[in-house]
């Protein structure tokens, strides 16, 4: 596996440890459909949180945050309706997270995360 790819695997571990440490359940990850994949799917409440993670070794290419454009929201709303969908679900409350993990690999990774950016 390439080191790009172990990075976000391991930035979609500490993504989804830190969202259920934030009392999330997590019901489903890397989900596939045609139009492309989410990262995470939770329950937070009563609303279902669709999470886009990002993760970084270091700032030289932008935060991660900047890489979830508008393109990039319109997708992760058609994919949580798509998910809905494949799962029979209809949750009214439906959110988009963007969960940014900075693992540079020496010290302590640092996870940020925007609620409901879009």
């Known amino acids: 596996m390439r080191a790009k ?4 695997r391991r930035g ?4 989804a440890g830190y969202l259920e440490s934030q009392g999330m359940r997590i019901v489903d990850r890397n989900w596939r459909c045609s139009e492309g994949e989410i990262d995470i799917v939770a329950l ?3 609303s ?3 999470a886009e993670v990002k993760t970084r070794k ?3 290419y932008g935060h991660p945050f ?3 454009g508008v393109a990039k929201l319109a997708r992760l709303h058609r994919l949580a309706s798509a998910w809905c969908r494949d799962h029979e679900l209809r949750m009214p409350c ?3 997270d963007v969960v940014a993990v900075l693992d540079d690999g020496a010290g302590q990774p640092r996870v ?3 609620r409901g950016v879009g």
């Not at 790819?5 to 976000?8: H, I, P, R, Y």
């Not at 979609?12 to 993504?15: D, I, K, N």
Request: proline residues 0%; without cysteine; charged residues 35%.
């Open 44 to 46: 937070d409440g009563d």
């Open 5 to 8: 790819d172990l990075l976000g």
């Open 112 to 114: 940020e995360h925007l």
């Open 12 to 15: 979609e571990e500490l993504a």
């Open 66 to 68: 900047e890489a979830v």
């Open 94 to 96: 439906r959110r988009v």
């Open 48 to 50: 279902l949180v669709i």
């Open 58 to 60: 270091s700032l030289a």
